[in-house]
């Protein structure tokens, strides 16, 4: 069965360094998301990606995040210089269809800690 | 404002005891309703949703949801649950901005089994 797969499943960093955060979404998928959990909080909607651009993005997605699909199979989320805040479980999802009934798919969570 | 409400945030149930998880969701048009499950580190798997027609859904896992647009409720059920029903479970409303499609959640219910 396709599936999302995300690396990597934790990633431990400093405040203000870089983390690239890589998801490979289900190969005949169009639409891209990032959601994040932080620890005992909601999921949230970060970003949606279709067409080699962003679709929309919450408030919490700042000047800090960043996605790219550099390629035919990877969608990757960019944090520049992290902050404690950004410490949570990061959700890729893929969908294949633009309707609200297509289910979303989603990876297991890279999980980012930042001390 | 979209939201939604999970209004138990854990329960513990016997195995072999039924379980009813509640969902009440706040959205002005018609919903596209869903239930996740999260195991522990595992993503998140759609158990069931819910776009039109008969309101009571079935799902996998022996799980089922029934759709009350009058109490704007949502509540999963099952009639006997198992031990590796044991899981974090996601309450969500698909909501539409423009040619957007995303997903906004309940906090979460996690459910504990006692053998």
């Known amino acids: 069965e396709p599936e999302v797969t995300q690396t990597p499943s934790h990633q431990v960093t400093q405040m203000g360094q870089e983390v690239i955060l890589r998801c490979v979404p289900i190969?005949?998928?169009?639409?891209f998301y990032w959601y994040r959990q932080i620890l005992g909080q909601k999921v949230e909607f970060l970003v949606s990606?279709?067409?080699?651009?962003?679709?929309?993005k919450s408030e919490i997605f700042d000047d800090q995040f960043s996605v790219e699909r550099p390629d035919g199979s990877n969608f990757t989320l960019k944090i520049r210089s992290t902050k404690l805040e950004d410490s949570a479980m990061y959700f890729c999802?893929?969908?294949?269809?633009?309707?609200?009934?297509?289910?979303?798919?989603f990876g297991e969570g890279s999980r980012l800690t930042v001390l | 404002a979209q939201s939604v409400t999970q209004p138990d945030i854990h329960i513990t149930v016997s195995e072999g005891a039924s379980l009813e998880l509640r969902c009440n969701y706040s959205?002005?048009?018609?919903?596209?309703l869903f239930w996740y499950v999260q195991s522990p580190g595992q993503g998140l798997q759609l158990l069931l949703k819910?776009?039109?027609?008969d309101t009571l859904v079935q799902g996998i896992k022996g799980f089922e949801a029934e759709f009350k647009r009058s109490q704007s409720s949502f509540n999963l059920r099952k009639p006997s649950v198992h031990w590796s029903d044991a899981a974090e479970y996601f309450c969500?409303?698909?909501?539409?901005?423009?040619?957007?499609?995303?997903?906004?959640w309940g906090l979460g219910t996690s459910l504990a089994v006692n053998p």
């Open positions: 999802a893929s969908r294949d269809s633009p309707l609200n009934t297509g289910e979303l798919f």
């Open positions: 190969s005949n998928h169009l639409y």
């Open positions: 990606f279709y067409n080699n651009e962003i679709s929309e």
């Open positions: 959205y002005g048009a018609t919903p596209y």
């Open positions: 819910y776009f039109s027609g």
């Open positions: 969500a409303v698909g909501v539409s901005a423009g040619n957007n499609r995303k997903l906004i």
